[in-house]
T-cell receptor, first 115, second 114 residues
C-alpha cells in the first residue's frame, strides 16, 4: 500500500538536544498527524494539523502542515529520555463523517539515546 | 475499560489455520478501524465501520480477511487459511466519529504464522 516518505529512519539523541523529522508525499493531504509508538503499544496521537501552513505546538513538540499540503515536519525541543520511541507521520485524504479515518502512515523515525 | 481493548495480545497459528481477533472499542465510539502493522513498518489501513455498517473494506488484502461489528460495538477480524505473510500486529482504533475526532488505538494483537 501507499506510504509516506519519512526521514530520518533513525536518530540518536542526547538529553537536551533538539530533534527534527519530516514527511513528504506525492499526493495532497487534508490532514497531517504525528503519532508516537512505544514498544508493545499502539500509536498515540501527539499533534494534528488541519490547514496548509498551520504551525501547532504541544509542549516541547512543534509541527507544521506544509504549504503545498504534501509535507509536514515535527520538532522536539530539549529532548528528554522518555522521548525515545518511534514517531510516525500520517496523512489523510478523505474524511469519514469528520473522523480521522483512513490514514496513510510513514515508516517511522526511531529515536534512541546516544550511548 | 478506559481505552481500546484487543485480545488476544499474542496469537501463534499454524499455516492454514483460521484466527479471530477481537476489538472492544471505547464505549460510545461509533467509528472503528482495523490496521495491519508489519515489522518495521507503519500501520496500513484495512477496514472501517460506522456503527455496525462496514463503510470501507478497500484495505483488506484478500478475501481470506473478513471483519464484522454486528451490534455496532465489539468487532472481530477473521483471517481464514492463514499464511506466513499474514504475520503482523493487527491494531484496532476507535473514535467518536465527530469532526476531527482523534483515533484511539489499542495495543494490538501480534499474530505469528508458522
Amino acid at each position: 500500500g501507499q506510504q509516506l516518505n519519512q526521514s530520518p529512519q533513525s536518530m540518536f539523541i542526547q538529553e537536551g538536544e533538539d530533534v527534527s523529522m519530516n514527511c513528504t508525499s506525492s499526493s495532497i493531504f487534508n490532514t497531517w498527524l504525528w503519532y508516537k509508538q512505544d514498544p508493545g503499544e499502539g500509536p498515540v496521537l501527539l499533534i494534528a494539523l488541519y490547514k496548509a501552513g498551520e504551525l501547532t505546538s504541544n509542549g516541547r513538540l512543534t509541527a507544521q502542515f506544509g504549504i503545498t499540503r504534501k509535507d509536514s515536519f515535527l520538532n522536539i525541543s530539549a529532548s528528554i529520555p522518555s522521548d525515545v520511541g518511534i514517531y510516525f507521520c500520517a496523512g489523510q485524504h478523505s474524511n469519514y463523517g469528520g473522523s480521522q479515518g483512513n490514514l496513510i502512515f510513514g515508516k517511522g523515525t526511531k529515536l534512541s539515546v546516544k550511548p | 475499560g478506559a481505552g481500546v481493548s484487543q485480545s488476544p495480545r499474542y496469537k501463534v497459528a499454524k499455516r492454514g489455520q483460521d484466527v479471530a481477533l477481537r476489538c472492544d472499542p471505547i464505549s460510545g465510539h461509533v467509528s472503528l478501524f482495523w490496521y495491519q502493522q508489519a515489522l518495521g513498518q507503519g500501520p496500513e489501513f484495512l477496514t472501517y465501520f460506522q456503527n455496525e455498517a462496514q463503510l470501507d473494506k478497500s484495505g483488506l488484502p484478500s478475501d481470506r480477511f473478513f471483519a464484522e461489528r454486528p451490534e455496532g460495538s465489539v468487532s472481530t477480524l477473521k483471517i481464514q487459511r492463514t499464511q506466513q505473510e499474514d504475520s503482523a500486529v493487527y491494531l484496532c482504533a476507535s473514535s467518536l466519529g465527530q469532526t476531527n475526532s482523534p483515533l484511539h488505538f489499542g495495543n494490538g494483537t501480534r499474530l505469528t504464522v508458522t
